[in-house]
């Protein structure tokens, strides 16, 4: 609600607030948009884009933007903007509250006590956080902030991210990297930040799960098919890893015969790490300030897809 009244207090703006649609009355509904403010449900599509003539900017109230079709918004000279700032407190304490959580099994002693049992034997090889070494794959806001809470647990911290150079992992007492199988070969947690691209969809695999030091536990509050969730379930299976907590999924909501959904060592949530009502908040008045910006200055920050700047500046 406070992104909308942002815009509608904008003189010349009209706000239109139709609800759910399916991608038919999508291109139905932008033929005539200036600008489109959309969260992760909303599939921006090249059909999308050739319907709206006028679009200028498609502003994400979130960080990912594997929702939008970049290349074919680049084509058409609109600008894709993102909002990464919005919900790097709320990401990162679920990201938390899942490697908690998948420490010491705490879903699965609730569901026991709750089951009218007193099993304290059963659930006592939780692992302690101090001292044990903490993987993160994308050392951008989200991952820097879970390292500053995994510091404060007496974790050793290393990362991997081509982005962030040596000095600056140093300067947040971060080992760097450069290789992912070393990356999983001393890390006694891994938990993933990065975006999912054609070059980190399936990371987590059964090559790479075969480098990872035994008893791994992984963690994934970023986009679900960084990992090959039937190598992931193998990998439960012999062993190799330990653990999962996971908050988003390939295909969600995730079909009934899941490979992961259900099992003993998984903890899962319906992709809720950035749902808060704060963290919603601050993504939605980012993305209208965005959206306000573009249309009345012609100023693009936080830019997705930067080639198209040049084409713009051009016309």
Not at 12 to 30: A, D, F, M, S, Y
Not at 99 to 104: Q, T, V
Not at 279 to 286: F, P, S
């Amino acid at each position: 609600a406070d992104a909308t009244e942002l815009l509608q207090n904008v003189e010349g703006v009209r706000v239109l607030t139709p609800g759910k649609l399916t991608q038919e009355e999508l291109e139905k509904q932008v033929v005539d948009v200036d600008a489109l403010l959309i969260r992760s449900g909303v599939k921006i599509t090249k059909a999308v884009l050739a319907a709206a003539t006028r679009l200028k900017i498609v502003a994400r109230a979130g960080v990912g933007v594997d929702n939008v079709d970049l290349p074919a918004a680049t084509e058409a000279g609109v600008v894709v903007v993102n909002t990464p700032a919005g919900n790097t407190e709320s990401t990162a304490q679920h990201t938390f509250a899942l490697l908690l959580s998948c420490a010491r099994r705490i879903p699965e002693a609730h569901a026991s006590l709750k089951g009218g049992a007193w099993a304290r034997k059963q659930f006592a090889d939780g692992v302690e956080l101090t001292g044990k070494t903490l993987a993160i794959v994308g050392l951008g806001r989200i991952g820097r902030r879970v390292a500053v809470l995994a510091q404060a647990f007496g974790m050793h911290v290393t990362g991997m991210d081509p982005y962030v150079d040596e000095a600056t992992c140093k300067s947040l007492n971060i080992v760097k990297r450069d290789d992912f199988a070393a990356l999983l070969a001393d890390a006694d947690f891994v938990t993933l930040h990065t975006v999912l691209t054609d070059e980190t969809c399936n990371l987590i695999c059964a090559e790479s799960l075969a480098a990872a030091k035994p008893g791994l536990r992984i963690v994934n509050a970023a986009r679900g098919a960084l990992i090959d969730e039937q190598a992931l379930a193998d990998a439960l299976d012999s062993g190799i890893v330990a653990g999962a907590a996971l908050d988003v999924f390939a295909t969600e909501p995730p079909p009934a015969d899941h490979p992961l959904v259900g099992r003993h060592n998984v903890v899962h949530t319906p992709h809720l790490a950035a749902s808060t009502p704060a963290a919603q908040r601050a993504c939605g008045i980012e993305a209208a300030e965005l959206v306000r910006d573009a249309l009345l200055k012609n100023k693009f920050a936080n830019c997705c897809n930067r080639d198209v700047l040049e084409k713009i500046n051009q016309n």
